[in-house]
T-cell receptor
Framework: GQNIDQPTEMTATEGAIVQINCTYQ??????LFWYQQHAGEAPTFLSY??LDGLEEKGRFSSFLSRSKGYSYLLLKELQMKDSASYLC??????????WGAGTKLIIKP | IAGITQAPTSQILAAGRRMTLRCTQD?????MYWYRQDLGLGLRLIHY???????GKGEVPDGYSVSRANTDDFPLTLASAVPSQTSVYFC??????????????FGEGSRLTVL
């Protein structure tokens, strides 16, 4: 079966750095996506990786290793507004998105 | 700029009743999707449509139906609601040319409670 694993919850301190990991086993691979979802709101697109390596976008970076079935989302200079759930999703061989359950990130002052 | 509009935002429904969740987008996206989101689970695809006039079944289609008469509208119908359909429902769209690019735009969600 297809499976995406990410930690259920993480806690970090304002101003610090946090890394959210995602491992996947899917039938085929056409890209990995990270979404941010604030409580009670809709998910919003953060990043996309299809080739191995690091993609940087401001305070957020996303890394992919296809051979290891592994990705991480790196958030730097954490702000209170970064408190949210972060969803990892993989586009499989049928171009359907397979979603992880999400990682709830709690930022403490 | 509306993007994707869902209605209603919240609804309490008696079991056995019929319910239609509405979804309209103004981005002229080809593909549209209905997901349900339950605590502790990832987003689960109910039905999708790659283009107007076509629909397909997702991971959890039972008890739900959809139609795609035009590009903008993609309603989701629960023919006879059951308590296990209590969930938050998200409509989404993507600008894929007949396929899913993975970058989805979501509506604000419809919280449905079936008693």
């Amino acid at each position: 079966g297809q499976n995406i694993d990410q930690p259920t919850e993480m806690t970090a301190t304002e101003g610090a750095i946090v890394q959210i990991n995602c491992t996947y086993q899917t039938s085929g691979f056409n890209g990995l996506f990270w979404y941010q979802q604030h409580a009670g709101e809709a998910p919003t697109f953060l990043s996309y990786n299809v080739l191995d390596g690091l993609e940087e976008k401001g305070r957020f970076s996303s890394f992919l290793s296809r051979s290891k079935g592994y990705s991480y989302l790196l958030l730097k200079e954490l702000q209170m507004k970064d408190s949210a759930s972060y969803l990892c999703a993989v586009l499989d061989s049928n171009y359907q998105l397979i979603w992880g359950a999400g990682t709830k990130l709690i930022i403490k002052p | 700029i509306a993007g994707i509009t869902q209605a209603p935002t919240s609804q309490i429904l008696a079991a056995g009743r019929r319910m239609t969740l509405r979804c309209t987008q103004d981005m002229r996206h080809n593909a549209m999707y209905w997901y349900r989101q339950d605590l502790g689970l990832g987003l689960r695809l109910i039905h999708y449509s790659n283009t107007a006039g076509t629909t397909g079944k997702g991971e959890v289609p039972d008890g739900y139906s959809v139609s795609r008469a035009n590009t903008d509208d993609f309603p989701l119908t629960l023919a006879s609601a059951v308590p296990s359909q209590t969930s938050v429902y998200f409509c989404a769209s993507s600008d894929g040319s007949g396929g899913n690019t993975g970058e989805l735009f979501f509506g604000e969600g419809s919280r449905l409670t079936v008693l």
